[in-house]
């Protein structure tokens, strides 16, 4: 089960993956959600979860060329 939740004056929703069964705490830019999903304020997190299966592959991606420790942010480039 995931959860997701508005993170910085609803700016960007925090959520997890789990590539290799290893948790990773990733974000995504509402800006990413908007452009690929349609998303507006009242429905962002539903439609992110309802895509998880587009979006965890992205965030893995993004994940993988990020530095430890740095935040995992997908933004609408990353799509």
């Known amino acids: 089960m995931n959860d997701a939740h508005f993170r910085d004056s609803h700016d960007i929703i925090e959520f997890s993956v789990y590539p290799d069964g290893q948790r990773k705490i990733c974000w995504i830019s509402f800006e990413a959600l908007s452009d690929h999903f349609g998303a507006n304020r009242d429905n962002a997190v539903q439609l992110l ?3 998880m299966d587009r979006i965890a592959p992205v965030a893995i991606r993004v994940a993988s060329r990020t530095p430890a420790g740095e935040l995992i942010l997908v933004k609408t ?3």
Do not use: K
């Open 49 to 51: 979860l309802q895509h």
């Open 77 to 79: 480039a990353d799509f």
